[in-house]
């Protein structure tokens, strides 16, 4: 280790011309035992320890007399390349450092040498114990006495105990027909016995453990024949398999050649052969261009470039080629080549079928999702308004993650939508959208709803068990409605899957691995919930990773129109009923509403709308319900009652219905929604009589 590697830089220095007195304050304040003291261009001149300040005091030198005065002059010091060992022989606390000019650039203290080495220290023995830990082979150690001391993890496999059973008990007593009694006494090692242990094959290795000549323990490292055996059958397999592999490379369709790293052929299959009309045995060790015509394999051998698709003529024929470079440690040790495609047109036929292939699989995606259930996407988010641009923005941010998304907003404003297209436009988007209501599930069955159940789990169970909704959802996404309304017993199971990412069906012990992404939605204030103990905090932290701000449609009143468009498309289709439009008039009226049902509000108001008016004609403001109409009156008189504002809305709207009907009081009743009788009795109380 260095001396730059542990120096303190730009340390505190002072200057010749500096007094005594501040030169002791320094000292006191940074509690140190000496100064270095530099000149204007921070060379080394001297350096003021606490012995000169004692001798200044002893000969009554006058404190504010210049420190040049007792410095002493020669001065021990070290470049930055220094071995920190030399400082230790020096036997000076802080050791100044320079440079090649002779300028200050550090000090080091054997303080900061023995905290490094400390550290260093540490490091090692915390590396040491990890490697014993966790190592394959079992290992055990025993002190002079022959009680077990240490022992590591792979041991305590091997003989089937606890770490509190064995320490501090001896070996022999411990595990059967083993001792290290020979080992402590001869000091000599005992290597590649045999035992059976707990019921296993195991080869034993024993060494003393010796210290300044004297045997103070022994260390005895265990293995598994079992495992050796296995290595053995497993290279036996590696062998069937090479023998495997040279097999189907000899009789492939496709010809193969393998050159070496001077381009000599090493091996070539029969293909090849039989296709350049030569003898596979007249060929090995021949290079490659000798061979075959317009080859490129002894230039691949050069630049390290695979080369894929490259068209050669060898003869008459124009083949599709490809070339590998075959590396070890970085290094071209060979190249293998291939005939991809003996003529050129096997290309273009393959290229048709690829095509033909594509559009199926284009066609069996666009299925997948239908029928997986995700029904929109994006595009179907009308986001006139800056705040639906923006919370647009960060949901699509949110789709191309795997994290959590919290999905928040005011019940009706379209937090299914967006749960919808983010996982549209997901990577997962091929794989399942399930769908989970929280507050609709009784909590009787919500476990069993979301994780499922096995078989026999309680009475009334289907045979067989049932999958629940995280299952349906492996490597999809599983959306949780309503996650504030969840009971905050669930919520810790919910907490556990996005910890664990595995489940636990009701009635079963065994979990189970689920790849899924959570989508969470919530009309409630989940942090006011927090805090009133209602919804867990840890559970509130992992689902709010990405959150997504739905805003109400009062907050993007410019979206309004574009949503009623597509809205009144919906439901006239829906309910089979051409309505070519909606009136300006009745625009402006349902732009003045503050819509508290948010968009699911407006939803119903249109289909009512719909249902109401005749075929082919445009949604008027008579089609509207009363309470829409109301806003459109307006208070003039400061004296002016409640009850006397609605009386006269009301009355307006009965005379309007009564025009667009002609008098027709039938038509007018199913217009305002109510019955004949109603609607006479407010002609009555109205005073409206012809219309």
């Not at 082979?137 to 606890?162: C, D, F, M, Q, T």
């Not at 124009?318 to 040790?333: G, Q």
């Not at 019940?411 to 996982?423: C, N, P, Q, R, V």
């Not at 919804?535 to 109400?552: E, G």
Request: with cysteine; hydrophobic share 40%; proline share 2%.
């Amino acid at each position: 280790m260095k001396v730059r590697d542990l120096m303190t830089k730009n340390p505190i220095s002072i200057t010749k011309e500096m007094s005594i007195r501040q030169a002791t304050s320094i000292m006191l304040e940074n509690n140190f035992q000496s100064l270095p003291v530099v000149d204007d261009d921070n060379k080394l001149v001297g350096i003021v320890t606490e012995r000169e300040l004692f001798k200044a005091i002893k000969l009554n030198i006058d404190s504010d007399c210049q420190v040049d005065e007792i410095m002493r002059k020669r001065v021990l010091c070290v470049d930055g390349d220094t071995k920190t060992d030399k400082i230790f022989n020096m036997g000076i606390s802080r050791v100044p450092i320079v440079d090649k000019d002779e300028k200050l650039i550090g000090i080091i203290t054997v303080s900061d040498m023995l905290k490094a080495y400390y550290k260093k220290s540490s490091y090692v023995t915390e590396e040491l114990e990890a490697i014993l830990k966790h190592t394959h082979n079992g290992i055990l150690a025993v002190n002079k006495n022959g009680k077990i001391i240490s022992i590591n993890e792979s041991a305590l496999k091997i003989i089937n105990k606890s770490e509190s059973e064995v320490l501090e008990k001896k070996a022999e007593d411990i595990i059967h027909n083993f001792e290290l009694k020979k080992v402590l006494e001869t000091g000599e090692s005992q290597l590649g016995e045999k035992c059976l242990i707990n019921g296993l094959n195991v080869i034993v290795n024993k060494t003393p453990i010796i210290r300044n000549n004297q045997v103070v323990g022994a260390i005895a490292t265990f293995q598994d024949i079992t495992e050796l055996e296995n290595a053995i059958k497993e290279l036996s397999n590696e062998k069937n398999l090479t023998r495997t592999l040279k097999t189907i490379l000899e009789n492939v369709y496709d010809g193969i050649v393998v050159v070496d790293e001077e381009g000599k052929i090493i091996m070539m299959n029969d293909s090849y052969a039989e296709f350049l009309n030569v003898n596979v045995k007249d060929v090995i060790g021949k290079h490659v261009t000798e061979v075959i015509q317009n080859t490129r394999l002894h230039i691949i051998l050069e630049t390290g470039e695979a080369e894929i698709g490259d068209i050669q003529e060898i003869g008459e024929n124009k083949i599709v080629a490809m070339r590998i470079p075959i590396k070890e440690n970085d290094k071209v040790i060979g190249a293998i080549g291939k005939i991809m495609f003996r003529d050129i047109q096997e290309v273009k036929s393959l290229a048709k079928k690829l095509t033909v292939i594509q559009n199926e699989l284009d066609y069996y995606k666009d299925e997948l999702k239908r029928v997986r259930q995700v029904k929109y996407s994006f595009e179907n988010i009308p986001d006139n308004s800056y705040k639906m641009k923006e919370t647009k923005k960060i949901a699509k941010i949110a789709s191309k993650s795997n994290s959590t998304v919290l999905i928040t907003g005011e019940s009706g404003t379209g937090k299914e939508l967006f749960a919808h297209s983010i996982h549209n436009a997901s990577p997962r988007h091929l794989g399942p959208f399930i769908k989970m209501n929280c507050a609709a599930i009784p909590y009787e069955l919500l476990e069993s709803e979301l994780f499922g159940y096995s078989e026999g789990a309680f009475t009334g169970a289907k045979r067989g068990g049932k999958i629940g909704k995280f299952q349906l959802a492996h490597q999809g996404t599983i959306f949780l409605d309503e996650i504030g309304d969840m009971p905050l017993e669930m919520q810790a199971k919910i907490l556990r899957v996005l910890q664990e990412k595995e489940i636990e069906p009701v009635g079963s012990n065994t979990p189970i691995s689920v790849d899924v992404r959570i989508i969470a939605a919530t009309n409630r204030d989940l942090e006011t919930l927090v805090n009133e103990g209602k919804f867990r905090k840890d559970l509130y932290y992992r689902l709010n990773v990405i959150r997504v701000d739905v805003p109400s449609l009062r907050e993007r009143k410019e979206d309004l129109e574009e949503l009623v468009n597509v809205l009144l498309k919906k439901h006239s289709k829906d309910l089979g009923k051409y309505i070519p439009g909606v009136s300006k008039e009745s625009v402006d009226i349902l732009k003045r509403h503050d819509w508290p049902g948010n968009v699911r509000e407006l939803e119903n108001v249109l289909e009512r709308a719909i249902n109401v008016a005749d075929c082919g004609e445009v949604i008027k403001p008579m089609h509207l319900p009363v309470y829409l109409l109301k806003n459109k009156t307006s208070i003039t008189s400061s004296r002016f009652s409640l009850k006397q504002a609605i009386e006269n809305a009301e009355r307006e709207i009965i005379i309007h219905c009564l025009k667009h009907t002609n008098g027709n009081r039938v038509k007018a009743a199913k217009l305002l929604n109510i019955s004949r009788s109603t609607l006479y009795e407010k002609l009555d109380k109205y005073q409206i009589k012809d219309v």
